[in-house]
């Protein structure tokens, strides 16, 4: 499934679950180009956001890339009888080394990344993965939690204790990525598992939308009732009101 600016959908789980999805993506107000990418495949259960980086339109290259192959991959390995979570770690993995291995054989793609933020759905559970500082937020009861650590160099500090949490929204090394997907030959993915129940949103984001909304601002938007789009497009224009610096990606997932 090709990613575009904005789509909508829903499936039914044999559990009875029912995801609805929404998704929309914006350059923001400075950048002359979009790369970030987005994409989900209702058939498989897979959902991801990537941001891309590079020169040139590299960038945008590398996150589309990783987008699809993932989707692909993550689809293809489910004739495997593995647990969810290999064959999320392994088309990770697998991702990692298409970028890397085209950013090598193409010189005008060289140096191209992208960070990568995805989540399948089996059954009742949520397994999300990531590579970089795009994040995902768990929202349930009115309350938000980032699911996703930041693999960043500032992020990387404050968790080892060196730096201050807030030192993250200022600091001038806060787009310093430690971890990207086509940035070396192989990749450490973080993954997380969570339980699922009605009600539960799950939100898949890009740093164009998080250097401007905290946990609490994003659960105030998403429980203020909208449908998912409309709750989409409102944090990317509040981004947009505040600067929006980047481009900023929004993909939401609601149960019920």
């Known amino acids: 499934m090709k990613p575009t600016d904005q789509e909508t959908g829903a499936m039914e789980h044999q559990t009875e679950l029912v995801v609805e999805v929404a998704a929309m993506s914006d350059a923001g107000c400075r950048r002359p180009n979009n790369e970030d990418s987005f994409g989900y495949d209702l058939a ?3 959902f991801v956001v990537c941001d891309g980086m590079g020169g040139m339109a590299a960038g945008e290259v590398a996150s589309r890339i990783a987008v699809e192959k993932l989707m692909l991959l993550y689809g293809e390995l489910g004739s495997l009888d593995v647990p969810a979570e290999e064959r999320l770690h392994r088309a990770i993995e697998i991702t990692n080394e298409s970028v890397w291995s085209l950013s090598r054989e193409r010189e005008v793609l060289h140096g191209m990344g992208t960070t990568l933020v995805t989540a399948c759905v089996d059954g009742r559970r949520l397994i999300v993965g990531n590579v970089g500082d795009s994040r995902a937020y768990f929202l349930r009861d009115g309350g938000c939690v980032q699911i996703t650590h930041d693999h960043s160099y500032v992020e990387e500090q404050v968790r080892q204790g060196l730096a201050e949490p807030l030192s993250g929204d200022t600091s001038p090394l806060r787009a310093l990525i430690t971890r990207a997907i086509g940035a070396a030959e192989t990749v ?69």
């Open 188 to 256: 450490r993915p973080d993954l997380f598992v969570a339980d699922l129940q009605s009600g539960d949103v799950v939100l898949l984001t890009t740093d164009g939308l998080t250097r401007y909304a905290q946990a609490e601002e994003i659960a105030n938007c998403v429980s203020a009732g909208r449908e998912l789009a409309e709750t989409c497009k409102q944090m990317i224009e509040s981004a947009k009101a505040q600067g929006g610096e980047d481009n900023v990606t929004c993909l939401l997932l609601r149960f019920a």
């Open 44 to 46: 498989s259960n897979i």
